[in-house]
């Protein structure tokens, strides 16, 4: 019991009254179980969704988007403006691809393989940079990043509890690193940890 | 521990990563401690801040405002706009005119007793509906206020797990009407449902 970050009884509930109608999103989800691929899972992409609505944002940069599951979430949410995914994997990035063009949404996305951090610097006024890469260059990636956030720029890092190892072992090296960015983010912006699945961080800039 | 809706240990790590400057939070926190009155909470005022510098609203009315603490923090956020503040009781409303002056935001808040549903009748194309009423109330305030939001308004409802007990104690009156209401926001809305302390849902139009 002591691992948990949520009750699963309460995780289960929630989950339960969201019916997924977009054989899409299931399609992707399906993947990822077969594949045991990590995405944000739906209760993370329905908080991409939601956010991304609220904002309205022009352009939304992932660093690490695997076969596209979160950009899809995000795109969904789009009256205007585009997604640009990165990944490492030229296979991710050209699946990705094939799902957000059976989506419609083709025009909408930009696909880049490389380090999404270096892919992010091309881009100015980022509205809501959203940070899925290796735990071990959260920290590395803001930095290099911040600056190329639009004046009300947000931004949202998903697993910063690690299975809850981020409180549970702290002494392991990627625990450290998230701490570290956990804490470089509540001083740096104004930011707020949702204990969704994983751990979602959303921050937007000080006052 | 089954009762839990968060690990403890969890939810005082992200405690303690917020560090508050602001004496007048601390301030309406103190007051609510020493007189045991239900306030949303740090952590939950930081999520209501969060989602109004996103939004940038120019009308939020609260149902339930009790001595003004939530609205402050949607106050702070704001770079227009308004709030409606109701509650029952005169002395909160009272109270709340004082805190919210001496915060500086005497202009930019309304301050009304009585019934918040009824109140919030009066006002059309609200942004920001923010649901923190009796529990045996909730639905009941959704049905009659939905129509007065704007086109993309959106609603916020603290204690929508009402300690848990929504899961755990499914039968109690009060749990049933707020199972009620959640199932009415996600299938009428597009709604998650934040762990954060006592369950904050937020809801957006759907498509
Ligand atoms: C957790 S998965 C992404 C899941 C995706 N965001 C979702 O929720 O659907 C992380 C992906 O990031 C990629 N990745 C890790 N570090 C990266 C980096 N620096 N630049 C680009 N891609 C990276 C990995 O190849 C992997 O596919
Ligand atoms: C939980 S407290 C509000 C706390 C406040 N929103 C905050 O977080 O700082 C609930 C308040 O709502 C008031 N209330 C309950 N039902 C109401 C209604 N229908 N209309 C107006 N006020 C109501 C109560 O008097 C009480 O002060």
Redesign the interface.
């Known amino acids: 019991?002591?691992?948990?970050?949520?009750?699963p009884?309460?995780?289960s509930?929630?989950k339960n009254?969201?019916?997924e109608e977009d054989p899409l999103i299931k399609e992707m989800e399906e993947y990822a179980r077969k594949n045991d691929f990590p995405i944000i899972g739906r209760?993370g992409g329905?908080?991409l969704?939601?956010?991304a609505?609220?904002?309205?944002p022009e352009l939304i940069v992932e660093v690490g988007s695997g076969f596209g599951y979160s950009a899809y979430w995000f795109l969904k949410a789009l009256k205007k403006g585009k997604v640009v995914l990165t990944d490492y994997q030229e296979k991710n990035i050209k699946l990705a691809r094939q799902f957000l063009d059976k989506g419609g949404f083709r025009d909408r996305a930009e696909f880049r393989v490389g380090d999404g951090i270096k892919i992010g610097k091309e881009y100015k006024n980022i509205d809501i940079l959203f940070l899925d890469l290796e735990k071990a260059r959260y920290l590395e990636a803001i930095k290099e990043l911040e600056n190329n956030l639009s004046d009300?720029g947000?931004v949202i890092a998903d697993n910063v509890?690690f299975q809850?190892k981020?409180?549970?072992e702290p002494e392991n090296r990627k625990s450290k690193i998230l701490r570290e960015f956990?804490?470089y983010m509540?001083e740096k912006f104004?930011?707020?940890?949702?204990?969704?699945r994983d751990g979602i961080l959303?921050a937007?800039k000080k006052s």
């Open positions: 019991m002591f691992d948990y970050i949520i009750n009884k309460v995780e509930y929630i009254l969201s019916v209760e329905r908080v969704h939601l956010i609505k609220i904002k309205n009300d947000i509890l809850g981020v409180i549970f956990n804490s509540f104004f930011s707020v940890i949702l204990p969704v959303i937007c």
